[in-house]
């Protein structure tokens, strides 16, 4: 790492934003909260990936009375240095989007300017670790205001303001905001889910693959892996290359899920304009891509088998689990299966209730279930709970007008899956996805704001130019 050739590529980034800035002119009206305190224009929760690039989207748009938080302290936001397990980012390097298509804030640029350009060439994948130094330095670069140590505790109306009370390392507070943007990733709107029978075993006997979990504690023990998704094998690898006797991972299909269906729709035209189908195609395309889940990688896979301690069943869905003598033992129809730890790499339940932040609402968010009757053989009642949301990434009402301010809350994370496709939770797609979000913001302060424009227009009369004399008749006389 040069240090100089990071300062040449930050002066680089700032004369490219100054190029293309215009128009400069601040266009938002102030308001005011309750307690007289300027409320802010938007409030993004998360400072991942998702609400950094948010931020900076509305930035260009000249929406710059923004405050992001994150509850992480600086540098852990995200999954990237937390519970990602793998070596490697799964998509390939030259996958652009943070950027939001400007050349000298893509991945390649700070990579080409940290390591130097034939680092680049011979690089495979992006490390996990490299990833997250990137965001931060996106965060940095493009000036986005990040308040860290701090959480979201509860959203509510305010007039014509959201109410969000924040907990930081000052205490609590509330804040007002004319908008507010969910940027919080893969458990914004539920949590993290295991079988009900797996949950209530000793929490000493079983974790979930997002669980803050202590590999070097298995070396040398029995540990059983449910799943077969790409989190479930790098959780697996883990156990593995801590020293685990064995690693016996449990697939519920008679083969494993290879076919990566998110590479299918990584196209403009998918991207781009999904949102705009109709709910009955919505509903086919992902209710296929969200069946099939997704497939791990060939490098994912060979991270576990080169271990001869590594054990894949198939056909083996777990339907109980037990304690017996300080071990787990789950069944399955294969028979019992004793384990010194399980690891559960079983994804997210959408359980709006268990979020407090959405307490205020959470019974009255419009879910796919209430908007959209699925053919018979296309049911699915776990999409069926994700959100229904606006063209503009907006909660919707289940009932129309006992909410009516929760139009003023964008969701911006893999909830919005079934609305969008990928967008709040992939890195190729922020390119169409964030300018979407972006104009849905913007779109809604603007018309918030039509009568003040309206007056202000009526009162513009700043002069193109100075006539100095004229003569009535006779038009006006040169000097």
Same mark, same amino acid.
């Given at each position: 790492m040069t240090l100089p050739s990071l300062t040449a590529l930050e002066a680089r980034i700032g004369d490219d934003l100054a190029r293309i800035a215009h128009p400069r002119a601040p266009w938002l009206t102030p308001r005011t909260g309750p307690d007289g305190s300027q409320a802010l224009d938007v409030l993004i929760v998360g400072a991942g990936q998702s609400g950094v690039v948010a931020a900076f989207g509305l930035k260009r748009s000249r929406v710059d009375n923004v405050l992001v938080i994150d509850r992480a302290p600086y540098g852990r936001e995200g999954p990237w240095v937390t519970y990602a397990r793998m070596k490697t980012l799964r998509s390939p390097k030259d996958f652009t989007g943070p950027d939001l298509d400007i050349p000298s804030l893509t991945y390649q640029s700070w990579h080409e300017a940290r390591y130097g350009a034939d680092h680049w060439q011979a690089l495979d994948l992006i490390t996990r670790e490299d990833w997250n130094d990137y965001l931060l330095f996106m965060r940095k670069v493009t000036d986005i205001p990040v308040e860290n140590d701090t959480e979201l505790l509860s959203l509510d109306q305010a007039g014509e303001l959201v109410a969000a009370r924040l907990r930081g390392p000052e205490g609590e507070r509330t804040v007002f905001a004319r908008k507010v943007v969910l940027a919080t990733g893969q458990d914004s709107t539920g949590r993290w889910w295991m079988p009900d029978f797996v949950e209530r075993l000793p929490e000493r006997l079983r974790a979930h693959t997002a669980d803050a979990i202590d590999f070097a504690s298995l070396k040398g023990k029995v540990v059983a892996v449910l799943g077969a998704g790409a989190s479930a094998l790098d959780n697996a690898a883990e156990a593995l290359e801590a020293g685990a006797a064995s690693v016996h991972l449990f697939c519920r299909r008679l083969e494993p899920q290879v076919i990566q269906p998110y590479r299918w729709i990584t196209f403009r035209g998918f991207m781009k304009h999904f949102a705009d189908l109709d709910d009955a195609w919505r509903w086919r395309f992902m209710s296929r891509v969200m069946g099939l889940?997704?497939?791990? @990688? /060939?490098?994912?896979?060979?991270?576990?088998?080169?271990? @001869?301690?590594?054990?894949?069943?198939?056909?083996?869905?777990?339907?109980?689990?037990?304690?017996?003598?300080?071990?787990?033992?789950? *069944?399955?129809?294969?028979?019992? =299966?004793?384990?010194?730890?399980?690891?559960?790499? *079983?994804?997210?339940?959408?359980?709006?209730?268990?979020?407090?932040?959405?307490?205020?609402?959470?019974?009255?968010?419009? *879910?796919?279930?209430?908007?959209?009757?699925?053919?018979?053989?296309?049911?699915?009642?776990?999409?069926?709970?994700?959100?229904?949301?606006? !063209?503009?990434? /907006? =909660?919707?009402?289940?009932?129309?007008?006992?909410? @009516?301010?929760?139009?003023?809350?964008?969701?911006?994370?893999?909830?919005?899956?079934?609305?969008?496709?990928?967008?709040? !939770? !992939?890195?190729?797609?922020?390119? *169409?996805?964030?300018?979407?979000?972006?104009?849905?913001?913007?779109?809604?302060?603007?018309?918030?704001?039509?009568?003040?424009?309206?007056?202000?227009?009526?009162?513009?009369?700043?002069?193109?130019?100075?006539?100095? /004399?004229?003569?009535?008749?006779?038009?006006?006389?040169?000097?």
């Open positions: 889940r997704e497939g791990f @990688p /060939q490098a994912t896979y060979d991270r576990c088998a080169a271990h @001869p301690n590594f054990v894949l069943h198939t056909g083996a869905a777990w339907t109980a689990a037990r304690a017996e003598g300080g071990r787990a033992v789950v *069944t399955t129809p294969h028979g019992d =299966f004793a384990a010194d730890f399980l690891i559960c790499g *079983t994804g997210i339940a959408m359980d709006y209730a268990a979020k407090p932040e959405l307490a205020a609402f959470a019974d009255n968010i419009a *879910t796919w279930a209430d908007r959209y009757a699925p053919p018979a053989d296309e049911r699915n009642d776990r999409l069926g709970a994700f959100p229904y949301l606006s !063209s503009d990434y /907006q =909660f919707m009402e289940k009932v129309p007008g006992r909410t @009516p301010w929760i139009a003023n809350v964008h969701l911006f994370s893999i909830a919005s899956t079934m609305s969008f496709g990928p967008s709040g !939770s !992939s890195i190729n797609a922020m390119t *169409t996805a964030v300018p979407r979000l972006v104009d849905g913001v913007t779109k809604g302060l603007f018309a918030a704001d039509v009568e003040a424009n309206w007056q202000a227009f009526l009162a513009y009369d700043v002069a193109q130019a100075e006539v100095r /004399q004229t003569v009535p008749g006779l038009g006006v006389a040169a000097e």
